[in-house]
């Protein structure tokens, strides 16, 4: 991602949250940015486009995960001034959004020339043009940001016969990605250690009640207006049905007017950097995870709103696409819904009944908690293939 870009995001940050809010979540970018200019060596390196909640996941979050399990990893970016002495220092080298460029290039061509592996990230389909179609933050980005994406986000990478794996975080994309003639290993995106010591402070302390159930929606990016729309329906009749109900807004998201007789029962919270995001889940007694059906961008998307409001013993309402029907034992866990009756009955059921609120957030937790974190991880298949091209047995640290 060039510097450009990175400016503008800042800058719709700050504009979008405030000086504030926005401010503090630029400073952990910023700080973020720092830390992966300066890496020594080691097995892995990760190489990510840009920083922000997908480098979280799939860079920093996986190098975590590896680390784990024995290997020795490091994160940098795509515009490290050092990119190419680093070759020499690693043996594999996965690229996160890593956009097409003459240095992009020049470091492919350097780890081919030295005969390593490189394999290829991705948690949506922005590597495909074709799909961009589909992509509603598309819509509202600059220019100069509709450019970059226009070539396909590692597109270059992705094709070169070079790269023969690709990793990912859903079965969705994995079927995307074995299209193209790629080994694929689906990595789930999980919960880092410093989020699970967070998550722990907010679950022993006693939650406060002022009467009110609260349904929350956690939109994160500019691009989810279309989602939500798709429950605003159900949500009004909740709204209208349950007095006692409260809605709750999270990060970039512009209502469409529906739901402005109950305005004063909607909180809007402003986007907050990681380390505080988890209080803000935490206000909620209900998740909702709405995205459109057929979407090819929102059937690629990850299960990664059930895992975060499940590690707090929340319960989620989720869309009953694929991924989350892989992710959510419907009626257990959490509850799947594909229509507008279904999303209002799943709702309506968790706000009239404490009890099932409290024991599907218990099972959702456990959940996550087992198949989550990178203190349980267990993405065997990708440690051995890591373990057969490093030439060592790794074995697993626990």
């Not at 994309?173 to 999980?190: G, I, P, T």
């Not at 009004?236 to 809605?247: G, M, N």
Request: neutral net charge; charged residues 30%.
């Amino acid at each position: 991602m060039s510097l450009s870009i990175k400016i503008q995001k800042a800058r719709r940050l700050i504009e979008k949250n405030g000086l504030g809010a926005g401010g503090k979540i630029v400073f952990g970018y910023l700080r973020d940015y720092a830390r992966a200019l300066f890496v020594s060596s080691g097995d892995i390196l990760f190489i990510t486009g840009g920083i922000g909640d997908k480098a979280h996941y799939r860079a920093f979050g996986v190098a975590e995960e590896l680390e784990r399990h024995g290997f020795l990893c490091a994160v940098t970016v795509s515009d490290n001034p050092r990119l190419l002495k680093l070759v020499d220092l690693f043996k594999v080298f996965i690229f996160h959004k890593v956009s097409d460029s003459a240095t992009t290039a020049e470091l492919v061509a350097e780890i081919k020339k030295q005969q390593k592996e490189i394999i290829f990230d991705t948690d949506d389909l922005d590597y495909d043009p074709q799909q961009l179609v589909h992509m509603d933050y598309f819509s509202k980005i600059t220019p100069t940001e509709k450019a970059e994406y226009a070539k396909g986000i590692g597109a270059e990478i992705l094709a070169d016969p070079y790269v023969r794996t690709a990793t990912t975080t859903v079965t969705y994309l994995a079927e995307k990605l074995r299209q193209k003639n790629k080994n694929v290993l689906v990595v789930s995106n999980k919960l880092s250690e410093r989020e699970l010591e967070i998550a722990e402070k907010i679950v022993t302390q006693k939650k406060t009640s002022d009467g009110y159930l609260r349904l929350g929606y956690y939109s994160g990016t500019p691009s989810h207006d279309k989602d939500f729309a798709t429950v605003v329906p159900a949500v009004a009749e909740i709204l209208e049905k349950y007095p006692q109900a409260k809605l709750v807004l999270a990060g970039s998201l512009d209502l469409d007017g529906r739901l402005d007789k109950f305005a004063n029962r909607i909180e809007k919270l402003p986007r907050v950097p990681r380390d505080e995001y988890y209080a803000n889940v935490a206000k909620c007694d209900i998740n909702i995870v709405p995205l459109e059906m057929g979407n090819p961008f929102c059937e690629a998307k990850s299960e990664i709103k059930f895992i975060e409001a499940g590690i707090l013993g929340i319960p989620t309402v989720a869309v009953r696409n694929r991924t989350f029907s892989e992710a959510i034992s419907d009626a257990e866990d959490g509850f799947l819904a594909a229509t507008i009756e279904e999303w209002a009955a799943r709702l309506g059921k968790l706000i009239e009944d404490a009890n099932l609120r409290q024991e599907m957030g218990r099972k959702a937790r456990q959940k996550v908690f087992r198949d989550y974190t990178n203190r349980n991880s267990h993405s065997t298949d990708y440690y051995a293939y890591l373990e057969k091209i490093l030439g060592q047995d790794k074995g697993c640290k626990k």
